[in-house]
């Protein structure tokens, strides 16, 4: 068990899926799926960019048909999540995935909305959901999707915009995020992962977003970097997720420790971990090994993860004050 309390900001709930609740799943769901085995299925999670991963990532979600499978999923991750020292989660799912195969817009959101309901008395962890929009379908039919969860007044915080990156520009979404705003929701993006740094630029000026996710390419661009620093914009760092996807070489070529030397207001998050090789105590002890942070290094970050998330006030000081007691008691 990990014990410095953080708040998860960069949670693909999909991307929790373990090879052996695949399993379980296919078998409650009469699912046949393409693998030997299990070994056969993980032998499969090497990637060589962010298509690959996606590739995998999309085909195993078709063993996830019903609100009892979403369910199941979200508390197999808030349980190891828990673990992990996470007393905050605020998770990503994409609805246009399940819509576009067959699955209805309730089906899913009820299902994770179900778990997260109880997470906080359950799990110690409390939670928001995010409805993550696929760049890589037409944002008209992100707009519907968002009506659609409008309409049936879904419990969601935000919206956010993942999946391929290159050659999607956020600003594709400038109409689904002044909907969003109107709507009164917390707006966040994918930006400067594989895609360049203006994507970072146009995710703040076109949409408005109060938070980047990755966000590792801007340190290519000086200006950037020093609006990101005065603005204090937080950008959720998956550093795992970075060496899994070949968007840096190995952990040791990471940018992180660039970032917090330049004050970037940078988190430390586990993107899809069922996929990446960890969760957010394995990154936290990985950047230990590799870089030599101290705890009053891993305790900012942690720290940076709280005050970035949407939590009420009264909640975030509450958590900082865990993060305080636990820097403490590492001296």
């Known amino acids: 068990m990990f014990d410095l309390p953080s708040a998860e900001l960069h949670l693909h709930i999909e991307g ?32 060589t960019d962010l298509q690959s991963f996606l590739d995998l990532y999309y085909s195993n979600m078709q063993v996830l048909r019903t609100e009892a499978d979403f369910a199941d999923m979200t508390r197999a991750y808030l349980r190891r999540a828990a673990a992990a020292g996470v007393r905050h989660a605020e998770i990503m799912m994409d609805p246009q995935a399940h819509l576009v195969r067959g699955v209805a817009l309730e089906t899913c959101v009820n299902g994770v909305a179900s778990a997260l309901a109880d997470s906080e008395a359950e799990f110690g962890i409390s939670t928001g959901l995010i409805a993550a929009f696929l760049r890589d379908r037409p944002a008209e039919e992100a707009l519907e999707v968002l009506e659609a969860l409008l309409a049936m007044d879904a419990p969601i915080i935000g919206i ?37 740094p203006e994507y970072v630029r146009e995710a703040l000026d076109l949409l408005g977003v109060e938070r980047i996710d990755h966000g590792i390419r801007c340190l290519e661009d000086d200006a950037l970097v020093r609006r990101l620093v005065v603005e204090q914009v937080p950008l959720t760092v998956c550093p795992l997720s970075n060496v899994r996807l070949r968007a ?15 004050g970037l207001n940078v988190c430390v998050n586990s993107d899809d971990p069922a996929y990446f090789g ?24 942690a720290a940076n993860s709280i005050r970035s998330s949407f939590i009420d006030g009264g909640r975030r000081d509450a958590l900082l004050a865990e993060v305080a007691e636990w820097r403490s008691a590492q001296r």
């Open 16 to 47: 929790t899926l373990e090879p052996e609740l695949i399993f379980d799943l296919a078998a409650r769901n009469g699912v046949d799926l393409p693998y030997a085995g299990l070994q056969d299925l993980k032998d499969r999670y090497e990637f």
């Open 160 to 196: 956010g915009l993942d999946s391929a990156e290159v050659g999607h520009p956020p600003s594709g979404f400038t109409a689904v995020y002044e909907r969003a705003r109107q709507a009164g929701l917390r707006r966040i993006a994918h930006a400067g992962e594989e895609g360049p």
């Open 248 to 262: 840096v070489d190995t952990l040791k070529d990471h940018p992180l420790p660039a970032m917090l030397e330049r």
């Open 278 to 301: 960890g969760y957010v105590d394995d990154n936290f002890r990985q950047l230990e090994q590799t870089f030599g942070f101290s705890a009053d290094q891993l305790a900012t970050l």
